[in-house]
């Protein structure tokens, strides 16, 4: 059967063209937890070049990665950035050790938090900014209308949201244009389905986190070694499950951006391979039908 059509690109709201195959850079931090500096700096300066090298315009970052050493790694490697180079991260989490992570959507945490990420950056505009994780404690209104302010001062571009339900969704859009939202979702995960395609419906750029079904404290991605449908599908292609997992994603929606992490070369170039593969229409109706990966 013939292969289905993918668009590689995406414009985060409706100005910010990407490529929809992106990097998220989580990784490139301390372990376990993403916690303090990564051990092999040049390495990962070397890595993120490679990234761009391979047309790659799409990063995502946060506060909370280190905190603040994923950022500035970052601007290590990239600074001055390339024009066409978006860079997405995110504020409202406390982090002070590998396993102590909390939510702080209060006005004051997310102003001194995108302060801080736009002096690591060394940017004077954050192009797409997402409240991490909605705070019980905290008005989820206060948190949005605090994004909204920093959005008219000019300190960021976009507003976006991060482990949110339709629900919140739908609230933040009646104080702020929302631009983007990143759940988790990947091929074995897809309890998201539904704040996906509500987002397909209003254009709003979704960003899978755990792309291949990583764990936060956990090394490896359970994708990447598997057997069944998956597999199968691979060796037709000549490809690797892992890479098979990515193209799916980027078939299931033309908004979705997916940033798999990695902190080898090798498996960033695997990564960027899949934007390249052509699925067949058998091939998706048979990984959307498969329960066990």
Same mark, same amino acid.
């Given at each position: 059967?013939?292969?289905?059509? %993918?668009?590689?690109? !995406?414009?985060?709201?409706?100005?910010?063209?990407?490529?929809?195959?992106?990097?998220?850079?989580?990784?490139?931090?301390?372990?376990?937890? =993403?916690?303090?500096?990564?051990?092999?700096?040049?390495?990962?300066?070397?890595?993120?070049?490679?990234?761009?090298?391979?047309?790659?315009? !799409?990063?995502?970052?946060?506060?909370?990665?280190?905190?603040?050493?994923?950022? @500035?790694?970052?601007?290590?490697?990239?600074?001055?950035?390339?024009?066409?180079?978006?860079?997405?991260?995110?504020?409202?989490? /406390?982090?002070?050790?590998?396993? &102590?992570?909390?939510?702080?959507?209060? &006005?004051?945490?997310?102003?001194?938090?995108?302060?801080?990420?736009?002096?690591? /950056?060394?940017?004077?505009?954050?192009?797409?900014?997402?409240?991490?994780?909605?705070?019980?404690?905290?008005? !989820?209104?206060?948190?949005?209308?605090?994004?909204?302010?920093?959005?008219? @001062?000019?300190?960021?571009?976009? $507003?976006?949201? &991060?482990?949110?339900?339709?629900?919140?969704?739908?609230?933040?859009?009646?104080?702020?244009?929302?631009?983007? #939202?990143?759940?988790?979702?990947? /091929?074995?995960?897809?309890?998201? @389905?539904? #704040?996906?395609?509500?987002?397909?419906?209003?254009?709003?750029?979704?960003?899978?986190?755990?792309?291949?079904?990583? *764990?936060?404290?956990?090394?490896?991605?359970?994708?990447?070694?598997?057997?069944?449908?998956?597999? @199968?599908?691979?060796? *037709?292609?000549?490809?690797?499950?892992?890479?098979?997992?990515?193209?799916?994603?980027? *078939?299931?929606? &033309?908004? $979705?951006? #997916?940033?798999?992490?990695?902190?080898?070369?090798? *498996?960033?170039?695997? =990564?960027?391979?899949?934007?390249?593969?052509? %699925?067949?229409?058998?091939?998706?109706?048979? %990984? =959307?039908?498969?329960?066990? !990966?």
């Amino acid at each position: 059967m013939n292969s289905t059509s %993918l668009p590689t690109m !995406f414009f985060i709201g409706n100005d910010l063209n990407v490529n929809r195959l992106g990097y998220g850079a989580m990784r490139l931090t301390g372990q376990p937890g =993403n916690f303090g500096r990564y051990a092999d700096w040049e390495a990962g300066k070397q890595l993120l070049r490679r990234a761009i090298e391979l047309g790659v315009n !799409f990063i995502d970052t946060a506060e909370s990665y280190g905190p603040g050493d994923n950022e @500035e790694l970052i601007a290590s490697a990239l600074y001055p950035y390339p024009d066409d180079l978006v860079i997405a991260t995110k504020g409202g989490v /406390l982090k002070t050790a590998p396993d &102590s992570i909390r939510a702080d959507g209060s &006005s004051k945490s997310l102003r001194r938090s995108c302060e801080a990420s736009l002096q690591r /950056l060394k940017i004077d505009q954050i192009d797409l900014y997402q409240l991490h994780r909605p705070d019980p404690n905290v008005s !989820f209104a206060e948190s949005i209308e605090t994004l909204a302010e920093l959005q008219r @001062e000019g300190k960021i571009r976009h $507003i976006g949201l &991060s482990n949110v339900t339709i629900s919140q969704i739908e609230a933040a859009r009646q104080i702020a244009k929302i631009a983007s #939202v990143q759940n988790r979702l990947n /091929l074995a995960e897809r309890a998201g @389905e539904e #704040v996906l395609d509500f987002c397909t419906q209003h254009n709003i750029a979704f960003i899978p986190y755990a792309p291949l079904g990583a *764990h936060p404290l956990k090394r490896g991605a359970p994708l990447a070694n598997t057997e069944g449908t998956l597999t @199968e599908i691979a060796a *037709h292609h000549d490809m690797k499950p892992n890479q098979i997992a990515l193209s799916w994603m980027l *078939h299931r929606a &033309s908004n $979705i951006i #997916v940033i798999p992490g990695t902190t080898t070369i090798s *498996h960033l170039e695997e =990564n960027i391979a899949a934007a390249s593969i052509a %699925l067949t229409a058998d091939d998706i109706k048979l %990984l =959307n039908e498969a329960q066990a !990966f």
